[in-house]
């Protein structure tokens, strides 16, 4: 799983014109909360917090958001919850954060990168896959951010479950073992 880290600092205006004001200075509000803790009104400079979510885009990451809180900085692992954007100017209106914990386990839905080409296939076959994503259970620093499963091996009839999947150590899976992830059917011309 990727880690970013990001600075941001305790928002003291609020409301509509506060907000717009403080995008035009180039910073962007955004809140954090979490199961044990108070809401949290914060502003993150723009030009970094755009540069790391480009850096993750479209995948699992655990940020490390360093907060100012009045000259004592304190740290928290957060995921993106939301992030707002103008349509139109394709900008940046307000984030979202989410406070976890790297100790407890948590269940997250990984998507499944499929690689090769299934001997099967060259026999006249044709692949099927019926799944994209596995809900995998660990602590958010053992998930992967894909789960890669070859395919060249499989011949026409032959199919890979869930439990034939390689996971790394810590992590479970949260499917059906007998689940199929991907098969070749269809017979030899």
Request: net charge neutral; glycine share 6%.
């Amino acid at each position: 799983m990727l880690q970013v880290d990001i600075s941001a600092r305790l928002r003291k205006s609020f409301g509509k014109g506060a907000a717009r004001t403080l995008r035009r200075s180039g910073w962007t509000p955004a809140n954090l909360y979490g199961p044990d803790m108070k809401p949290m009104a914060l502003e993150l400079e723009t030009k970094p917090f755009m540069k790391a979510l480009l850096s993750i885009h479209r995948q699992h990451a655990v940020i490390s958001l360093s907060i100012d809180e009045d000259g004592k900085t304190s740290k928290r692992h957060v995921i993106t919850k939301e992030i707002q954007t103008d349509p139109i100017e394709d900008s940046l209106v307000h984030a979202d954060f989410y406070e976890v914990s790297l100790e407890k386990p948590v269940t997250l839905s990984i998507p499944i990168k499929y690689v090769g080409k299934a001997k099967g296939v060259d026999l006249g076959g044709e692949l099927h896959t019926h799944m994209q994503r596995l809900h995998l259970k660990g602590k958010m620093l053992d998930l992967p951010d894909y789960v890669e499963i070859d395919v060249s091996p499989l011949g026409v009839g032959e199919s890979l479950k869930c439990q034939d999947i390689v996971l790394p150590a810590n992590v479970l899976l949260q499917e059906k073992e007998s689940a199929v992830c991907v098969a070749v059917v269809g017979a030899a011309a």
